[in-house]
């Protein structure tokens, strides 16, 4: 069982930064994809960064030339630096972890941090 253990969520004003990072309990293996997922009030949770082990990312429409995703493949760690933060970011934000078994994909998510932008 993987672990996920985010950090760096807060209040920040509208065009503030905020950089959020996850550590995984188990780094004897390189997790497969890691990221990052927001969920706002009555809304669903969406995607919104994530980076393969080999460095690949792919990101929300919404947040690109805004955020970064970066990773430590050795140990297991990703990290996501916002920029010009915007009160539609407002969100809790969780990290993910997939692992790829036997041809199946597992997801391990964290308990989620709170990110809230004023106006």
């Known amino acids: 069982q993987v672990q996920l253990v985010e950090s760096g969520g807060g209040l920040v004003q509208a065009g503030g930064s905020l950089r959020l990072s996850c550590a995984a309990s188990?780094?004897?293996?390189?997790?497969?994809?890691m990221g990052w997922h927001r969920q706002a009030p009555g809304k669903q949770r969406e995607l919104v960064a994530v980076?393969?082990?080999?460095?690949?990312?792919v990101y929300a429409n919404s947040v690109k030339g805004r955020f970064t995703i970066s990773r430590d493949s050795a140990k297991n760690t990703v990290s996501l630096q916002m920029e010009y933060l915007k009160p539609e970011d407002t969100a809790v934000y969780y990290c993910?972890?997939?692992?790829?078994?036997?041809?199946?994909?597992?997801?391990?998510w964290g308990q989620g941090t709170q990110v809230t932008v004023s106006s």
């Open positions: 980076i393969t082990s080999g460095g690949r990312t």
């Open positions: 993910n972890g997939q692992l790829v078994v036997g041809g199946t994909v597992v997801d391990y």
């Open positions: 188990e780094t004897s293996f390189s997790i497969d994809t």
